[in-house]
């Protein structure tokens, strides 16, 4: 592995020294693929334009990133930022100086990537729901139109996650194998919810079964592990300590921030899938009208954005965790069931009135 790092070093450095005029594109992909955004901007665009895709991305979001926690903890990956100050192939302390960057200090594990794995299953899921309408064309020209699009589509999507890996990779907060591990991984679990129809009828029970199982699991191999002397918080310390800036630390990064803010997106979508508001508004006449999708696209966004001005205390953790997944909650909720059923509401008073 001191290999592997020692050449993943070598390129952060050729990235931040003959990269460093396109620092603010990279930043900018570096936040594109942050999977915060997959709950906040494009679940709210996609469950409006088709609820079934919307409904998927939920779920691949959660399980990927689930699945990254549990590879995280298996893998013991290094990041670059720490690793320089503490590894001994460097003779005569002539560790290399690799940059920081106020979104660096991340204080989970590195392998895999968690950004590039997010970013690349949410594209796949979005890339493969917008080919599906075009592979239904039967006509000659159709097909043609289908081939470029593809071609196009896919282009994008490749374009989108060797930037997000670029990024990552230049703000040395992971190694190149490390990307390339999270974009792959990724895209395993979003083909794998291709062939899993059974998500769009799941019942709140079934919703909360997966929510305990997912807690109960992740909790029980932390435990398990711990009680055989292996501390799976190994990598806090370390950022603590090699981060250059103690303000970068964010409780935000830690792995079980991750997993309340993922388990509290899945049952928010659960209670407001299986709730009556969303059986009113988006199963009602309504549903159908571009008015009316437009509307709660809009509102939803707009209501979303207000939900970044609330900042969670963090001077205890434990209330930091159980807000954190309160919030986390209130996003597919308030997509899902709040925001159609006011617009519902709007647009049946504003017809009883001109009626």
């Known amino acids: 592995m001191d290999l592997l790092h020692s050449n993943g070093v070598l390129i952060i450095q050729h990235l931040q020294r003959d990269y460093r005029a396109y620092q603010d594109f990279l930043n900018f992909m570096s936040h594109v693929g942050d999977p915060r955004n997959i709950f906040s901007i494009y679940f709210p665009l996609w469950f409006q334009l088709n609820q079934v895709v919307g409904t998927k991305m939920i779920w691949v979001a959660v399980i990927g990133d689930w699945f990254n926690l549990i590879f995280k903890w298996i893998l013991f990956g290094h990041r670059p930022y720490w690793w320089v100050q503490e590894t001994m192939i460097y003779p ?66 490749w374009i989108i996650q060797i930037s997000v890996c670029i990024s990552r990779v230049f703000i040395a907060t992971h190694f190149p194998h490390q990307v390339v591990l999270g974009v792959f991984a990724g895209i395993l679990v979003a083909e794998a919810f291709e062939h899993t129809p059974s998500i769009q009828t799941a019942s709140l029970r079934m919703y909360i079964k997966t929510n305990l199982f997912l807690f109960i699991f992740a909790i029980g191999f932390y435990l398990s592990l711990k009680l055989l002397d292996i501390d799976l918080l190994w990598s806090v310390p370390k950022a603590k300590k090699w981060c250059a800036n103690p303000d970068w630390i964010n409780i935000d990064t830690t792995p079980f921030a991750g997993l309340v803010r993922n388990l509290g997106a899945l049952f928010g979508l659960g209670l407001g899938i299986n709730s009556e508001m969303f059986i009113m508004s988006c199963k009602g006449k309504n549903s159908c009208r571009i008015s009316f999708r437009v509307l709660c696209v809009a509102a939803s966004l707009a209501t979303l954005q207000l939900y970044n001005f609330v900042k969670i205390p963090t001077h205890t953790e434990y ?16 997509v899902v069931a709040l925001v159609p059923y006011c617009v519902h509401s709007l647009m049946r008073t504003t017809e009883k009135k001109l009626n």
Not at 121 to 145: E, F, G, H, I, Q
Not at 322 to 334: R, V
């Open 92 to 157: 005569n302390q002539s560790s290399p100086c690799l940059e920081q960057f106020p979104i660096t200090c991340e204080t989970g594990p590195g392998s895999p990537s968690g950004h590039a794995m997010g970013s690349s299953c949410v594209w796949y899921v979005m890339v493969t729901a917008a080919l599906s309408y075009t592979v239904r064309w039967k006509d000659k020209s159709a097909v043609t139109l289908h081939r470029l699009t593809w071609s196009f589509l896919w282009s994008i999507f």
């Open 319 to 334: 209330l930091f965790y159980i807000l954190s997944f309160c919030k986390s909650a209130a996003m597919p909720l308030t």
